[in-house]
């Protein structure tokens, strides 16, 4: 005679963790912050942002008497390249940090812990675009103090939470958030470390340039519509400069190049086979 026996209910320790979207926005920030990569392009961002600006302060310095009737101009001019080269090396690291799950087939773990796989788009735009406003304020801020060092020789004392200062470097963080929430959803549509970095350095760099050349002398500004300019925008909106006619068309253009690529690439997280 056997006596059937009935497996132990599971308690409340033994079963699985119920998935929510800050665990996965967790996953997502252990995915970038593990590879040695991440450091290394973060490093290389604030010593190359430290650097530019150090170089631009040397030439201002050349000329103590320009440099102090500048003011704090003179200080913002020798922050900017920092948002140049954070530009460059924050859509290379969110080009990869999208693109190597595909290229290693990590992306169909992912996928099988979260099947509906559109939150883990947005986690892994907003863990993106958090690195890059941490990345771009602490390059803004070491570009502050290389040039400040040298512009002490000319006489001219600028604070770091001066107006100016800050509007400067809100500006530069939230235009580097907008660039990472577009390279995200380039990178997820092209799924091509180097086909998503080519688009993205092209947007920033190339079209521009073809723009202005084939729309020159034809009476039109193309160039409002490109996604470059938004960083003009920012520094606009964020000291209060920006024309109040050119406001709606601006923050317009701006959506549109982050509604239109987002749509795109939310479809074919949905639809596209692994």
């Known amino acids: 005679m056997t006596t059937a026996t009935t497996a132990p209910l599971l308690s409340p320790l033994d079963r699985a963790p119920r998935l929510t979207f800050a665990r996965v926005a967790w996953s997502e920030r252990t995915k970038l912050t593990s590879v040695r ?3 290394l392009i973060a490093a290389l961002t604030v010593v190359l942002s430290a650097a530019a600006s150090a170089a631009v302060a040397l030439t201002d310095a050349s000329d103590p008497a320009g440099a102090l009737a500048g003011g704090v101009a003179t200080t913002l001019r020798t922050m900017a ?3 140049t080269v954070g530009e460059l090396f924050v ?7 999208v693109t190597q799950e595909f290229a290693t087939g990590q992306k169909r773990t992912t996928y099988s812990a979260v099947p509906r796989r559109l939150p883990v788009l947005a986690a892994k735009t907003l863990v993106a675009a958090g690195a890059a406003v941490v990345l771009s304020v602490a390059s803004s801020v070491a570009a502050w103090a290389a040039s ?3 512009l002490w020789s000319t006489g001219l004392r600028t604070s770091l ?5 800050l509007q400067a470097v809100g500006a530069a963080a939230a235009w580097l958030a907008v660039l990472t929430v577009f390279t995200v959803m380039v990178a997820t549509l092209v799924r091509s470390s180097a086909g998503a970095i080519a688009i993205v350095l092209g947007v ?3 079209l521009p340039v073809a723009v202005i050349l084939l729309t020159a002398g034809q009476g039109s500004d193309w160039s409002v519509l490109l996604l470059t300019y938004a960083e003009t925008t920012m520094s606009q909106l964020f000291s209060g400069t920006e024309p109040v006619a050119d406001l ?14 987002t749509a795109a690439a939310a479809w ?3 639809r596209r086979d692994v």
Request: aromatic share 8%; proline share 7%.
């Open 37 to 39: 990569s991440t450091w």
């Open 81 to 83: 390249p920092a948002t």
């Open 91 to 97: 859509a290379v690291l969110v080009v990869l940090f």
């Open 148 to 150: 400040s060092v040298l």
């Open 161 to 165: 939470v001066d107006p100016a200062v």
């Open 204 to 206: 920033l760099l190339v």
């Open 248 to 261: 709606g068309r601006d923050v317009g253009v701006l959506a549109a190049w982050l509604v239109v690529p």
């Open 268 to 270: 074919a997280t949905a």
